[in-house]
């Protein structure tokens, strides 16, 4: 596609449950990253990945966090033991350069709500 | 620690009438500095950014920021303001060692009256 794709828009799950969020970069991107917003807040950095491997993951919360990036393209954010304060937008973006210089592209979202 | 500050939740201007958006950041070294724009239903997408040179830079849809290290700031303005600007705003930063970890600030949400 020609943006950055994040699926599913909205999940609503209990307390406990576990939880993946997907998101499908710009072809050719080699920069991914997952960042989460929280009502009222602008996004905060969780994990940024350079190909296959995560080269900073140090905005995850705790270890109930994982993503995951295999091929170097697609990535999947995984939600174990959820928690209502896990309830906030994801976001994911993508860019060509490694750079600070470069552009982030963002996708839409993922709206998780968490009960 | 970096930070940013937006220091207005909610601004709103009438249609036609100029717009200047507030942005305050901590860092130490000079920053990359960037101004974001989220409609609803729609990802946040980059109006400019800074890195270095002329201190005044020109962003889409007649966007622009100036940066004043004296001041820490990187304000957005625009002489007039369109129906169709409606939408948070935010600014961020970049922080050397660590690429792509943007810090934004809060966001200013902008309404505009017709």
């Known amino acids: 596609g020609a943006g950055v794709s994040q699926t599913p828009s909205n999940k609503v799950t209990e307390k406990g449950k576990y939880v993946e969020l997907r998101c499908d970069p710009i072809?050719?991107?080699?920069?991914l990253y997952w960042y989460r917003q929280s009502l009222g807040q602008g996004p905060e950095f969780l994990i940024y990945?350079?190909?296959?491997?995560?080269?900073?993951d140090s905005g995850l919360p705790n270890d109930r966090f994982f993503a995951v990036r295999p091929e170097g393209s697609v990535s999947t954010l995984k939600i174990q033991r959820t928690e209502r304060g896990d309830s906030a937008v994801y976001l994911c973006a993508s860019s060509l350069t490694n750079q600070n210089t470069g552009e982030l592209f963002f996708g839409e979202g993922s709206r998780l709500t968490v009960l | 620690a970096q930070s940013v500050t937006q220091p207005d939740i909610h601004i709103t201007v009438s249609e036609g009438a100029s717009l200047e958006l507030r942005c305050n950041y901590s860092y130490g070294a000079t920053p990359y500095l960037f101004w974001y724009v989220q409609s609803p239903g729609q990802g946040l997408q980059l109006l400019l950014k800074y890195f270095s040179g002329d201190t005044l830079v020109q962003g889409i849809k007649g966007f622009e920021a100036e940066f004043k290290r004296s001041q820490s700031s990187f304000n957005l303005r625009k002489p007039s303001v369109h129906w169709s600007d409606a939408a948070e705003y935010f600014c961020a930063v970049a922080y050397g060692g660590s690429q792509g970890n943007l810090i934004f600030g809060k966001g200013t949400k902008l309404s505009v009256k017709p």
């Open positions: 990945f350079q190909g296959t491997g995560a080269a900073d």
């Open positions: 072809s050719g991107h080699t920069a």
